[in-house]
C-alpha cells in the first residue's frame, strides 16, 4: 500500500487538508502539522498517524527564524522515519522545506492552492511550483497565474 504524507500549517490550511480525509483510508497515510492546541486533538483520531512540527509564527521574526530551522530538521527526519511515496500539501510555510526534502528523495509532491486566494500566487504557491509533480488550483482564474496546474475545483 502506497504511503502517502499530507502536511500543512495549522489554521485554514489544515481545515483544507482535512477535506480530503476520505483519502486517509485508500492509502497508509500520515498527517503532519504544527503543534497548537487546536491539533493536539488529533492524535485521538489518528493515532500514531500523526506527527507535529514546531510552530511558529513570522510576526515573530528571530524565534520563527530558529523554529524554522528546527523544522527543516525535524521534516528530514520525518520522511526518513515515513518514507512516504508521495507527499500532498495544502501550505504554507510548513510544508515548503518538506517539500523540498521529498523531491531530494525522488518522492511525489502534489501541491493546492489554498481556496482563499482566488487573485494571487502564494509565497508557498510560489516556491512549491516550480517542483510539483501535481499542481492544484481551486479556482478557473488561477490558471493564468500557474499555466501548468490542474483545476480541481474547491475543497470544501
Keep these: ?8 500549517s495549522t489554521g485554514g490550511h489544515l481545515s483544507e487538508l482535512l477535506q480530503l ?5 485508500e492509502y ?10 487546536s491539533t493536539v486533538g488529533l492524535v485521538q483520531k489518528y493515532p500514531q498517524k ?11 521574526l528571530i524565534p520563527y527564524l530558529f523554529k524554522f530551522a528546527l523544522n527543516i530538521i525535524k521534516s ?3 520522511l526518513l522515519k515515513i518514507r ?8 504554507t510555510h510548513t510544508a515548503v522545506p518538506m517539500c523540498y526534502i ?15 486566494n482566488s487573485k494571487s500566487r502564494t509565497k508557498a504557491g510560489n516556491m512549491i511550483y516550480p517542483i510539483a509533480d501535481v499542481f492544484i488550483v481551486q479556482w478557473e ?16
Design 76 to 78: 528530514l527526519v520525518l
Design 141 to 156: 482564474s488561477m490558471l493564468e497565474l500557474y499555466p501548468k496546474a490542474i483545476y480541481g475545483g474547491w475543497i470544501y
Design 1 to 8: 500500500m502506497k504511503k502517502v504524507m499530507f502536511i500543512s
Design 84 to 91: 512516504p511515496h508521495v507527499v500532498v500539501t495544502t501550505g
Design 28 to 37: 497508509d497515510s500520515y498527517l503532519v502539522t504544527e503543534k497548537t492546541k
Design 50 to 60: 500523526v506527527h507535529f512540527l514546531v510552530y511558529g509564527t513570522k510576526s515573530h
Design 102 to 116: 521529498a523531491k531530494l528523495f525522488h518522492r511525489k509532491v502534489i501541491f493546492i492552492e489554498t481556496f482563499a
Design 21 to 25: 480525509e476520505p483519502l486517509f483510508k
